[in-house]
């Protein structure tokens, strides 16, 4: 049975696994679902009774994301400037906005009780088999399989790759309109 989708406003969970892409839209103003994930993020902080999931992969990721020049060059502008990101080529550019941005990843994480899901054996076995079973991407597999190593069942994304995925409650407000299930 493919996913049960949920709306950010549906009752929420005491544990969920948040993907990397729904705390880049909570961080950068200026990504299309910003204002619904960082509304929903600041639910689940006020309400104060769910314990976030992250894979240690998540840090490489987000790095991963930040660094690409399209992403770069869609930042606000004051962001750009705050980070002199048009002297990209020094290393020591990159590596201030690379910690600044992973610390305002920390920072948010701080503000919830949060776990963070090594990649173990296990958890490698699980996303080669995510991946196999549901198409799914490297990435995308092991935050799979974080979850399910952590036997958390209420997942946030915003990518519509997971929708096929079997017994998963996702959290990604419908972005995608309404399953066929």
Request: charged share 25%; with cysteine; glycine share 4%.
């Amino acid at each position: 049975m493919p996913a049960v989708e949920h709306t950010f406003l549906d009752h929420v969970p005491e544990h969920i696994y948040i993907d990397t892409d729904v705390f880049i839209s909570y961080l950068i103003g200026t990504q299309p679902h910003h204002v619904r994930c960082r509304a929903f993020l600041e639910r689940l902080k006020r309400e104060a009774r769910t314990t976030l999931y992250v894979s240690s992969l998540s840090w490489l990721e987000i790095a991963h994301v930040i660094t690409r020049s399209g992403f770069r060059d869609d930042l606000a502008a004051d962001l750009r400037h705050q980070y002199r990101l048009s002297r990209w080529q020094r290393p020591e550019i990159r590596r201030t906005y690379i910690d600044g941005l992973i610390g305002d990843f920390e920072t948010a994480l701080g503000q919830f009780p949060w776990v963070e899901v090594p990649i173990t054996p296990m958890v490698r076995r699980l996303a080669v088999r995510f991946m196999a079973a549901y198409g799914l991407g490297s990435q995308d597999a092991t935050h799979l399989a974080s979850a399910a190593q952590a036997r958390v069942a209420h997942f946030a994304s915003l990518d519509a790759g997971y929708r096929c995925v079997d017994d998963l409650d996702l959290w990604n407000d419908l972005i995608h309109g309404a399953s066929s299930a």
